[in-house]
């Protein structure tokens, strides 16, 4: 089993910075994707980063040059630099990683931590 645990979030005005957390228990594999999506009040959820290690993070095209994601395989962690947050980043934001169980793709999510943008 996998477990996530987010830290992290929160009030912050516009064109502050926040910095997510991300703690993984379980067997993990650095070849296991991992990063971050959000959801805003009434959409749907989106991919905000990924990373995998040996290859180049991929971003939404909404928070490229904004948010950097990066990852310790030794700890097992992975955080979300946000910079210049806009209020349209407010949204729950929830780590995930995804594996393979039993030849089968799964997806493990945090519990989700809460950003809000506003002045």
């Known amino acids: 089993q996998v477990q996530l645990v987010e830290s992290g979030g929160g009030l912050v005005q516009p064109g502050g910075s926040l910095r997510l957390s991300c703690a993984a228990s379980g067997t993990i594999f650095s070849f296991n994707p991992m990063g971050w999506y959000r959801q805003a009040s009434g959409k749907e959820r989106e991919l905000v980063a990924t990373i995998v290690s040996g290859g180049s993070p991929d971003y939404a095209d909404s928070v490229k040059g904004r948010f950097t994601v990066s990852r310790d395989n030794v700890e097992n962690t992975v955080a979300l630099q946000m910079d210049s947050l806009k209020p349209e980043d407010t949204a729950v934001y929830y780590c995930?990683?995804?594996?393979?169980?039993?030849?089968?793709?799964?997806?493990?999510w945090g519990q989700g931590t809460q950003v809000t943008v506003s002045s």
């Open positions: 995930y990683l995804r594996k393979t169980v039993r030849d089968m793709p799964r997806t493990y």
